[in-house]
């Protein structure tokens, strides 16, 4: 069974850090993960996403502020991974609901935006960034 769980999202002001963590469990290595975003009234969007046979890719809106890197573990023949999102010099317009979310099909791992019943989604983690 694939779980993924979001975490570490807060209120702070524009210019601060965050750094949020998506804990994935129960995959292998054909997963890819991604960070998506949603604010409300708007559509949800690509934020970055990691795959391990692929470079990170990341929305244009968050180039050079925000930064996913992993780590992993292996037990028996599955993976539990963490990938992180850490968010730099924040904006007022980065407030949203943060999603991660993980498939393994190689053609979404290669798309910038996923259907809701595309993967396995976490709760999703609120970050709120004040001007």
């Known amino acids: 069974q694939v779980d993924v769980m979001a975490s570490g999202g807060g209120s702070v002001q524009a210019g601060e850090s965050l750094r949020l963590s998506c804990d994935v469990s129960g995959i292998t290595e054909s997963y890819c993960v991604g960070w998506f975003r949603q604010a409300p009234g708007q559509e949800r969007e690509l934020v970055g996403r990691?795959?391990?046979?692929?470079?990170?890719?990341?929305?244009?809106?968050?180039r050079g502020r925000f930064t996913i890197s992993t780590v992993s573990n292996h037990y028996a023949n599955k993976i539990n991974r963490v990938v992180y999102l850490q968010m730099d010099d924040l904006k007022a317009e980065d407030t949203a609901m943060y999603y991660c979310?993980?498939?393994?099909?190689?053609?979404?791992?290669?798309?910038?935006?996923?259907?809701?019943?595309?993967?396995?989604w976490g709760q999703g983690t609120q970050v709120t960034v004040s001007s």
């Open positions: 979310a993980t498939t393994s099909s190689s053609y979404y791992c290669q798309k910038a935006s996923w259907s809701p019943t595309v993967g396995v």
């Open positions: 990691w795959r391990r046979d692929g470079p990170l890719v990341y929305a244009e809106s968050v």
